[in-house]
């Protein structure tokens, strides 16, 4: 595919500088799309950008800026505002895990800031272009954890709904132009975010780089994408139960694959969510 033709010459992603937001930059500079990289670290933007350049040919701009801090977003508007933008990826996010209780509001401000707001300033400014030239993509990087309120990680979860239901609107109202919404659920990721988070990674864990790549035949086709076989069965059986059972399943996967035995492989997940459920 194309993507420079069908959307335009240049992806603007958050959260680039590791994880799946470089993933999906180092997807599309793959594909020929020159590449804004947006995070708050502006040594590792670099480093990216620098590699981007040289192994794809492509052009690169580093905005080192905090996302969690709306009154920075401004710097962002003259760096892109000339741009041909085809593509923009909502990635960045920043989870804690633990009760309630155990973060501070500070914490939780900036992640309702950086989870949320980010992503609606961000849409609003760069929808316009996509609407005036009827083509382009809206990536919203939400999460497994958004199909179902995660006791353990309560207002990571609440941001992970809000990006999840803010994508699926925008699918439905741009579902009749050239602009394409995908709204990605990842379960466990190889990345930085369970460091930052204060957890271990799930064995079963996927690379970003896996991830990413399997979103290409839900682009452009499908209203949410959730990576690995294995995940969009756990999703799939999710119809079975109750809402109840469902907060029950998700709150004790949460922490039974993050805290008490992140080794366990996908049939003994299965066996805990349903053990929980009708707990
Ligand atoms: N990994 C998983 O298991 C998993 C599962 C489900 C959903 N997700 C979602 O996937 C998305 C990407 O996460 P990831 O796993 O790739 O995590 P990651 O490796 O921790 O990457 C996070 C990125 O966000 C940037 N960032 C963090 N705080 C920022 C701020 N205040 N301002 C600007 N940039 C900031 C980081 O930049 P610096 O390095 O410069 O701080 C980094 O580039 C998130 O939306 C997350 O919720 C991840």
């Known amino acids: 595919m194309d993507y420079k033709e069908k959307y335009g010459a240049w992806a603007v992603v958050t959260g680039a500088s590791s994880g799946i937001g470089e993933a999906f930059s180092n997807f599309?500079?793959?594909?020929?799309?020159?590449?804004?990289?947006?995070?708050?670290?502006?040594?590792?933007?670099?480093?990216?950008?620098?590699?981007?350049?040289?192994?794809?040919?492509?052009?690169?701009?580093?905005?080192c800026v905090d996302l969690s801090d709306p009154a920075r977003y401004t710097e962002i508007t003259p760096?892109?505002?000339?741009?041909?933008?085809?593509?923009?990826?909502?990635?960045?996010?920043?989870?804690?895990s633990g009760d309630f209780l155990n973060f501070t509001m500070d914490e939780y401000s900036k992640m309702i800031e950086l989870n949320a707001h980010s992503y609606i300033w961000l849409t609003y400014m760069v929808l316009p272009k996509l609407i005036k030239k009827n083509k382009?993509?809206?990536?919203?990087?939400?999460?497994?954890?958004?199909?179902?309120?995660?006791?353990?990680?309560?207002?990571?979860?609440?941001?992970?709904?809000?990006?999840?239901?803010?994508?699926?609107?925008?699918w439905d109202e741009l579902k009749n132009t050239k602009i394409d919404v995908l709204n990605v659920l990842p379960g466990p990721t190889r990345t930085r975010f369970q460091e930052r988070a204060g957890t271990t990674t799930a064995k079963i864990a996927m690379s970003a780089q896996e991830l990413v790549e399997g979103m290409v035949p839900f682009l452009g086709k499908e209203m949410f994408y959730i990576p690995g076989q294995k995940n969009r069965l756990l999703a799939k059986s999710m119809h079975c139960f109750s809402f109840t059972q469902k907060v029950k399943l998700a709150s004790h996967l949460h922490h039974y694959l993050l805290h008490e035995n992140p080794k366990a492989g996908f049939f003994r997940i299965m066996f805990e969510g349903i053990k929980a459920a009708f707990g």
């Open 28 to 63: 599309f500079a793959k594909n020929g799309m020159d590449i804004v990289l947006i995070s708050n670290e502006d040594d590792e933007l670099k480093i990216v950008s620098k590699r981007l350049e040289q192994e794809h040919k492509i052009s690169t701009i580093t905005l």
């Open 79 to 96: 760096a892109i505002q000339n741009l041909d933008i085809g593509v923009l990826a909502n990635n960045v996010s920043f989870g804690r």
């Open 136 to 170: 382009g993509a809206l990536l919203f990087t939400s999460s497994m954890n958004a199909m179902a309120p995660n006791g353990g990680s309560a207002v990571y979860t609440a941001t992970k709904g809000f990006e999840l239901y803010f994508g699926c609107a925008l």
